[in-house]
Nanobody, 121 residues
Framework: QVQLVESGGGLVQAGGSLRLSCAAS????????MGWYRQAPGKQRESVATIESDGYIRSPDSVKGRFTISRDNAKNTVSLQMSSLKPEDTAVYYCYARIRPLWTGYDRDFWGQGTQVTVSS
């Protein structure tokens, strides 16, 4: 069994900062990509930032320069530092990881339970 456990999130005023963290645990053989997605009410889930095991980062223009993703491969953790937050950043944020569990021989996607981020204007 593999679990992703998130921490962080909450309520912040526009222009403020928040930090999200996520730790992967369980029967893990290899972690490939890790990252964060978000889903606002009535909208589809969208990628916020992903980081490969070699450090390669993908993120949309909407968060570049404001959000920073980082990863600790030794600890199986990924973090998202969010600054200059805007009301449109309000959403449930989900931790994501592409993992090959032990004894399976194949990769699959895993998701955290989600954490609410609310940015007030």
């Amino acid at each position: 069994q593999v679990q992703l456990v998130e921490s962080g999130g909450g309520l912040v005023q526009a222009g403020g900062s928040l930090r999200l963290s996520c730790a992967a645990s369980g029967n893990i053989f290899t972690i490939y990509a890790m990252g964060w997605y978000r889903q606002a009410p009535g909208k589809q889930r969208e990628s916020v930032a992903t980081i490969e095991s070699d450090g390669y980062i993908r993120s949309p223009d909407s968060v570049k320069g404001r959000f920073t993703i980082s990863r600790d491969n030794a600890k199986n953790t990924v973090s998202l530092q969010m600054s200059s937050l805007k009301p449109e950043d309000t959403a449930v944020y989900y931790c994501y990881a592409r993992i090959r569990p032990l004894w399976t021989g194949y990769d699959r996607d895993f998701w955290g339970q989600g954490t609410q981020v609310t940015v007030s204007s």
